[in-house]
Nanobody
Framework: QVQLEESGGGSVQAGGSLRLSCAAS????????MSWFRQAPGKEREFVAA????????YYKDSVKGRFTISRDNAKNTLYLQMNSLKPEDTAVYYC?????????????????WGQGTQVTVSS
């Protein structure tokens, strides 16, 4: 098993930046494919970005391409999401998720472990 804890959320104005972190503990972090999801008020949780075990490949939701960057540091057991050019529609609770598999997937059932989430609020 792995335990996940997000941090780095906060309130920013449109156009600003934030970097989210997800600290993992328990089973070896590098054995998991990792992703970020988000859930806005009144909406379903949605996929944002994924990264393979080694960090060699990434995949993004279309609306965040070119603005968000997912990365990981396996030596530090930490996943990151650098968010630039933030928009009010990026406002949501952001969750990191771990998948015990090789393939990046974008569906919630595809992930085995979840963090508690961190709030990101972008004002116009």
């Amino acid at each position: 098993q792995v335990q996940l804890e997000e941090s780095g959320g906060g309130s920013v104005q449109a156009g600003g930046s934030l970097r989210l972190s997800c600290a993992a503990s328990g089973r070896t972090f590098s054995t998991y494919t990792m992703s970020w999801f988000r859930q806005a008020p009144g909406k379903e949780r949605e996929f944002v970005a994924a990264i393979t075990r080694t960090g060699g490949s990434t995949y993004y939701k279309d609306s965040v391409k070119g603005r968000f960057t997912i990365s990981r540091d396996n030596a530090k057991n930490t996943l990151y999401l650098q968010m630039n050019s933030l928009k009010p529609e990026d406002t949501a609770v952001y969750y990191c998720a771990a998948r015990d598999g090789l393939v990046m997937v974008t569906t919630i059932p595809g992930y085995d472990y979840w963090g508690q989430g961190t709030q990101v609020t972008v004002s116009s």
